[in-house]
């Protein structure tokens, strides 16, 4: 028997067990979360005694006679302190870390009233957070802590909600507090828990499965391979080549390959009855290397093939154009893969239903591309399934492939029971894909005054064992590789190859983020040959309105690259030494794909209802729609609620991805808005109960192969210049960050994407490493590298608007290209100090790496 207090009542445990699963399992107080179970992350905070310490390295024996509280214990006074804080400030996205950091928050302002920044840098040192750059998480500390030594009397929010005020997330609160559900805080009744028996090797015969034993383990409801997939057994968003599982006679293609999925009443006999599993394997030598997938005698990872991809862009005489030029560089780069660390696990939650249907609780990308996965590996009618989003704790591009999704539905659906299906943190880094590792030889040439005359690159991305969306990252990095600059002379080729490593796919920059790197760093050796600044090159050389893009594409009239460069100069003037690099991004697919926005707006309870598909994993979309509707309507932000993602009810708006959802699905928010605002002419709210306006916004672009002089490649771009200072000990102590961001329609959020991108990138830059072993990953979460509260410097946001286009206000995403701009600029900063090209990322030789 264990006692202790846990939130002001005494409980009594009978058994010992781990502390975490005892909060969220026995005790259900879910703003306790599990965000890696290894002591790392933060997000599993509780105060014990007033201190905040990890639940999951604790056990109920070792709070035997003290005292626990969870943000469920904390007084109502504090908790609308916290909550006002953290929403005035715009400091949460996704929501995973914040009831951790809060508890943080509470053990130092407990002691510590009027805390200094170190302080509360220091405090929140063990709290990952991988969405916003912590500095606005410092801020809302402050700001509570004063709220609460002075007995503060908390206002109500002022914002009418209009485009471009600084409103609080609608779901700022219910992340804030813990009162918000993620999938794994879900229980239903008679819920199984889901475990999934991984390949042994990265490239094996599969001979024999054994699943008899594990099948006969008492509290095992069901035991599944590949000969009990009903449908279709390969699945994928373009090219259908991942399997859901591993057949018997085929080989393995990475470590993250499912071959037996099952179901038990515990977690512990679910995970004891895959060890009762047995698998004969033939063990082949696996591809780890493009070269290697490449070779002529290789064998091949998928019947077609093992080059999954090839984008050529040609524009102009390249050959001339280097024979003419004043100078030319020509340099090979290295950016390696990159793990996105959201910081939720995926999770999913199947649910038969009474009908024969089945429900399935998901946190990803995109509820129509899970439906279609599952619909598909079911063989069923699409009203068969449905999928509902929950809170999603960060994606960044990583939840766009099915994971854990298609798992919990097979399994639900064959025992017709509620399946949960939960990854620990080491299984998530062996299954979802990551940035594309690239090795690229880039070539630029100038004239005498700086003009670039021509580009050229051959990239070569190791795309690993599926192509999820290797063949677009592909594309997006030879369309970008030229950079933001009119240069007549282009010649871009790039390939996509399939190894026996974990697959590559969409993050955050898909593609562009290495490419922007070995451009940007071309142009500082050119500077320097030149005698001018990278900062003058860049300006001579930046694309205006009017002006012909790379790829053939006339800038339009909201483009901005000009203006944020100019915007740095100041800093650039005080701070010679300062690395800078400038960047562009595209928003929507493009590229003559289908790209389409949807909502429906639905008059219900006299509240305008925003109903749409578009996935929010944390940058406040939400937020976004709901300000577009008010703007367009004139209507107060209480008369307008959003709807959770869900495929019965809410329309199809397309993944959360390419930076589009802002412009695109903001745009039919927009024009759904103004049919609404028509009858509000004429009716009051309370006259349109029931009604529904529903609009799309469909973007046309031109598709590669056009033939048009100046196709339409993207309907926007997004362009940035980051600006980076070394301290005299070649630390970074600050970041200026300008981007043309067109239109803000809410400056906390524009914000906060920017803080949390250059985190990400200062750590792309300097820190994270994701390196395999034989396919399996060597790093934790702990040794992955990803920047603390402690290590991040100052940042500054600097946003232009100038766009007067109409679409969505003018917006342009910025979700991916706050990633862009920030490990070249940090390049550029080192190459000034030591007048060494730096082209491996991360950066060898800076006070980080040593
Ligand atoms: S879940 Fe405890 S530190 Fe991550
Ligand atoms: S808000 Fe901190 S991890 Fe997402």
Redesign the pocket.
């Given at each position: 028997m264990f006692k202790f207090t846990l939130n002001h009542n005494d409980v009594t445990v009978a058994a010992d067990k781990n502390l975490?699963e005892y909060l969220r399992e026995d005790a259900c107080l879910t703003s306790v979360?599990?965000?890696?179970?290894?002591?790392?992350?933060?997000?599993?905070?509780v105060l014990v005694d007033g201190k905040a310490r990890?639940?999951?390295?604790l056990t109920v024996a070792k709070v035997q006679d003290k005292v626990v509280t969870t943000l469920e214990g904390l007084s109502t006074r504090e908790r609308e302190v916290y909550s006002w804080a953290f929403g005035e400030v715009g400091a949460v996205q996704c929501g995973f870390c914040m009831p951790g950091m809060v508890i943080s928050a509470k053990s130092l302002l407990d002691q510590n009233p009027a805390p200094t920044s170190a302080e509360v840098r220091s405090a929140i040192r063990?709290n990952l957070c991988r969405c916003t750059g912590y500095l606005k998480i410092e801020r809302a500390i402050h700001l509570a802590a004063k709220a609460l030594r002075d007995g503060e009397t908390l206002g109500a929010e002022a914002s009418t909600a209009k485009v471009g005020e600084r409103t609080v997330r609608v779901d700022s609160e219910e992340k804030l507090l813990g009162t918000g559900e993620f999938v794994d805080d879900m229980k239903v009744p008679g819920m199984l828990y889901g475990a999934v028996l991984r390949a042994k090797y990265p490239r094996a015969l599969v001979k024999k499965i054994d699943i008899a034993t594990a099948q006969a383990c008492p509290g095992v409801a069901v035991v599944l391979t590949a000969k009990d997939i009903p449908g279709e057994r390969l699945l994928g968003h373009i090219v259908h080549d991942w399997p859901v599982m591993i057949a018997e006679g085929e080989e393995t293609r990475y470590v993250g390959d499912a071959l037996v999925i099952l179901a038990a009443t515990t977690k512990v006999t679910a995970r004891k009855a895959l060890k009762l599993i047995r698998v004969e394997y033939e063990e082949l030598t696996p591809l780890l290397s493009p070269e290697a997938a490449m070779a002529e005698d290789a064998p091949r990872i998928h019947p077609k093939g093992n080059l999954l991809s090839e984008t050529i862009m040609k524009r102009g005489d390249v050959d001339k154009a280097i024979a003419d030029a004043r100078y030319v560089v020509t340099e090979r780069y290295s950016a390696p893969r990159q793990e996105h660390a959201f910081m939720e696990p995926e999770s999913a939650l199947a649910v038969p239903m009474q009908d024969g249907a089945l429900t399935v609780y998901t946190a990803g990308q995109g509820v129509y591309d899970d439906h279609r996965g599952i619909v598909a590996m079911l063989g069923v009618s699409g009203e068969k399934v449905r999928v509902i989003s929950k809170l999603v704790g960060g994606g960044f591009g990583g939840k766009e492939d099915l994971s854990v999704q298609h798992h919990a539905a097979l399994l639900a659906w064959q025992c017709g029971r509620p399946v949960k299906l939960t990854l620990s943190r080491e299984e998530s880094f062996r299954v979802h894909p990551k940035r594309h590792p690239m090795e690229m030889e880039f070539t630029t040439a100038c004239d005498d005054q700086g003009k670039i005359t021509a580009v050229r690159a051959r990239i070569v991305a190791d795309t690993g064992a599926y192509a999820s969306l290797g063949g677009p990252v592909l594309q997006r990095a030879c369309t970008h590789a030229a950079g933001p600059y009119q240069i007549d002379n282009v010649d871009i080729e790039g390939r996509a190859v399939y190894t026996n490593n974990i697959p590559s796919g969409a993050f955050r920059g898909f593609g562009v983020t290495q490419t922007c790197f070995a451009g940007e760093c071309n142009l500082n050796l050119l500077a320097a040959k030149l005698g001018i600044s990278p900062w003058e090159i860049r300006f001579r050389n930046a694309i205006e309105p009017g002006g012909v893009l790379s790829n053939g594409q006339i800038a339009d009239a909201g483009t901005a690259l000009k203006e944020t460069l100019l915007a740095l100069k100041d800093v650039i003037d005080a701070h010679p030494d300062a690395g800078v690099a400038c960047s562009f991004k595209n928003t929507g697919l493009g590229v003559g794909v289908r790209d389409v926005g949807r909502v429906k707006l639905k008059v219900e309870n006299g509240v305008v209802v925003i109903c749409t598909s578009a996935a929010c994993m944390g940058q406040g979309l939400a937020t976004v729609m709901l300000q577009i509707v008010a703007e367009t309507t004139g209507l107060a932000k209480s008369a307008i609620s959003v709807h959770a993602p869900d495929t019965m009810v809410t329309p199809d708006s397309g993944t959360s991805t390419a930076s589009r959802q802002t412009l695109v699905t903001g745009e039919a928010a927009r024009r759904a808005a103004d049919a609404l605002k028509q009858e509000l002419a004429n009716h009051s709210l309370a006259e349109l109960e029931g009604r529904e306006f529903y609009r799309e916004y469909d973007c046309a672009t031109d598709p590669m192969t056009s033939d048009k002089p100046n196709r339409v490649s993207h309907v926007a771009y997004g362009y940035a210049t980051h600006a980076v200072i070394l301290d005299g000990d070649g630390r970074v102590k600050k970041v200026v960050a300008a981007h043309d961001v067109g239109k803000a329609i809410n400056p906390n959020n524009v914000e906060g994407q920017i803080e949390g991108g250059v985190v990400m990138g200062l750590g792309f830059a300097l820190t994270e490493k994701f390196p395999l072993r034989n396919g399996a990953p060597t790093v934790s979460?702990g040794t992955l590298g990803l920047l603390r509260s402690t290590q991040v410097p100052e940042i500054e946001c600097i946003l232009i608007e100038k766009n007067s286009a109409t679409l969505a206000y003018g917006a342009k995403g910025v979700g991916e290209i706050v990633m862009l701009t920030t490990a070249p600029a940090v390049a550029c900063a080192y190459f000034n100090r030591d007048g060494k090209p730096h082209n491996s990322l991360p950066l060898k030789d800076t006070p980080y790496s040593r």
């Open positions: 975490l979360k599990n965000g890696c179970d290894e002591g790392v992350c933060g997000s599993c905070s990890r639940a999951c390295m063990y979460l």
